[in-house]
């Protein structure tokens, strides 16, 4: 009931947690499986009261300002306690690298269930009639496009996401919202469209 009557008010902040924390889990850094963790309750859903996590450590985050500050302090990231319970029940060889794989299928899957759910949504709607439209992902417009390819090409030989953020910044060619590129967002884009070649980069880091 409590939260049924915070949800507006959490829908429309949500875009800005995310924004203010670079669509990066603010613990361990992932960009995969992104969730607003509320952390002083549903009841207080402002942005300074929201944090930008991955399922991995929303699942373990504590409530409370001072419980959530100690642990983002020195707490187990979501991984770290993922790997612990998985070394109690005897799997200990499973490399991290590995790890982050298998939950980059399990994040693929819990995607393409909720695409299915959308797109079952927007049919129900345009059946009525109605105009339906959701977000295209990057790289669908026309104006994109060139933009999304190089990005690609100048990943696939090495380069960082910052340093590319900082090379489109630097002449001048904005996001999509009319804002500065960062990283976190030039990695977003990336584990979805070349997902392998960012296993392969992280592996040799």
Known sequence: MGRTKHEPEYKRVRPLVLERDNHCCIKCGSVLGLEVHHIEGYQNSKVDALATLCYLCHNIAPMGKDEFVQWLLIGESGIETF????????????SRDTLWKVLTVLTSLGVETNKLRMKAARDRVKSSGMRC?????????????PILARIIK?????ISCDKIAKQLNEEGISSRCGKK????????????????VERGLRKVK
């Open 83 to 94: 790997e612990r319970k998985l070394s109690q029940n005897g799997v200990n060889k499973i």
């Open 133 to 145: 439209e959701g977000r295209k992902r990057y790289g669908e417009r026309p104006a994109e496009k």
């Open 154 to 158: 100048i990943r696939t030989a090495g």
């Open 181 to 196: 590129w960062i990283g976190c967002t030039i990695q977003r884009i990336l584990w979805r469209e070349i997902p392998e």
